[in-house]
């Protein structure tokens, strides 16, 4: 990563602030009874990088409002006290719940609002409905504006029709929004490569880690978005499985970034971060702890060595992770069967270990195919999958857990 004139003694120091945070959370209660934002002093500066041809600068660590923030208050007061300022969330996030939360912290410490790129998303393509959702969402979150919406979980570029120009010009010059784009779960790669002949896309999320960034096709996919001068945001930086598997390779990584003084965990960020192409990394931290680790990597000059960088190629190339080619597999499929979907229900399962958020998502696919999934036939589907995942075994899994 980058050289932000970070020493470690600023990086110790800001772990031992936010780990100090965790251990006032209960004193300060769910709200946050402490001081306003405008009486918190920052704990530190924050790495920031240019986000696309914008111009504007974000942190490199976005937290990802994925989670209860109505009653998670103090997460967002200690994550702007940081300096994680990029603060993202979606009109689905717990069913509205999280820009209610935002909205909240925002209501009772409106001078924060000038500090904060506040990011929201809509699930509908149709660009009258993205004007219900949109503006739905700016009364949840107490704000007039979002700097970046997102057209949230496009599959397919073809999703996005020649009416969201038009629609993304017209909101930004009611004030509304400051940039649009897109984010991607599924056939990443593809959705990238297409983005710059759209002529209007400000800003991607996607998923980026250290077991896809290598492929040809994501290297060239990001390159062009680059190039083209696109604002690029990475998440599920993890690359977790959704099952156990007893690799050699990953317990020898383990063991090695434990000796180097930080957490697997942070070596993954770390690998993402050091793409300087990729302007934040969208985490979601849901408590104080991992708020701290996250703050604390962000903040390590440390730089992942060519060792480090091979082992991780090595446990990429092991496959069995879900990569998100959905493109692949559910045409193979009979029947049909949204297999990356639930890929990423059982990852909020066992991963994020949230299993109200993978029953949520997985409550979104028509009832007619989940009742269906277990009994549908996947071997052309696994013999193509390029990570060698057993999918059949995991669909029938995520029947019985999330149903």
Not at 61 to 81: E, H, K, Y
Not at 119 to 146: F, H, I, N
Not at 158 to 171: C, T, V
Request: proline share 4%; charged share 25%; glycine share 10%.
């Amino acid at each position: 990563m980058a050289n932000d004139g970070v020493s470690r003694r600023d990086f110790l120091r800001t772990a031992a602030v936010a780990a100090g945070a965790t251990g006032a959370a209960g004193a300060a209660g769910a709200l946050g009874s402490g001081p306003t934002e405008a009486q918190a002093a920052p704990a530190t500066t924050m790495p920031r990088r240019t986000f696309g041809k914008s111009g504007i600068k974000v942190p490199i660590l976005a937290l990802g409002g994925i989670f209860d923030t109505p009653n998670n208050q103090l997460v967002l007061r200690q994550a702007l006290r940081l300096g994680v300022t990029y603060w993202d969330t979606a009109e689905r996030y717990g069913w509205g719940r999280s820009e209610l939360g935002i909205g909240m912290y925002l209501a009772k410490n409106p001078t924060a609002r000038k500090d904060i790129f506040l990011v929201s998303k809509g699930r509908s393509r149709d660009p009258k409905e993205l004007t219900k959702a949109l503006d739905q969402s700016l009364k949840r979150l107490k704000t007039s504006y979002v700097d970046l919406y997102f057209v949230h979980a496009v599959d397919e570029i073809s999703e996005l029709g020649p009416g969201l120009k038009a629609w993304g010009e017209q909101k930004k010059k009611e004030g509304k929004i400051k940039l649009l784009g897109f984010s991607s779960h599924q056939n990443m790669a593809a959705c990238l490569a297409a983005a710059p002949k759209l002529g209007w896309v400000d800003g991607i999320m996607f998923t980026y880690n250290y077991r896809v960034m290598n492929t040809p096709q994501m290297r060239r996919a990001v390159e062009a978005c680059h190039r083209a001068g696109i604002g690029l945001t990475a998440m599920k930086t993890q690359g977790g499985r959704s099952y156990s598997t007893d690799s050699a390779a990953e317990a020898k990584l383990v063991d090695r970034f434990t000796k180097r003084g930080f957490t697997p965990q942070q070596a993954h960020l770390k690998a993402v971060w050091e793409d300087n192409r990729i302007a934040s990394i969208c985490s979601a931290m849901y408590n104080l702890t991992v708020l701290a680790s996250n703050v604390a990597a962000a903040l390590d000059r440390t730089k992942l060595s060519a060792i480090d960088h091979e082992l991780l190629r090595r446990v990429a190339a092991a496959g069995g992770y879900c990569a998100g080619c959905g493109s692949i597999c559910q045409t193979l499929v009979s029947g049909g069967a949204p297999v990356a979907d639930v890929m990423r229900c059982l990852m909020y399962a066992r991963q994020y270990g949230d299993r109200d958020l993978a029953r949520e998502t997985y409550a979104e696919i028509p009832t007619a195919v989940r009742v269906r999934l277990a009994g549908l036939d996947y071997g052309p589907a696994e013999k193509a999958c390029p990570q060698g995942v057993p999918i059949g075994r995991l669909m029938r899994e995520a029947v019985r857990e999330l149903a």
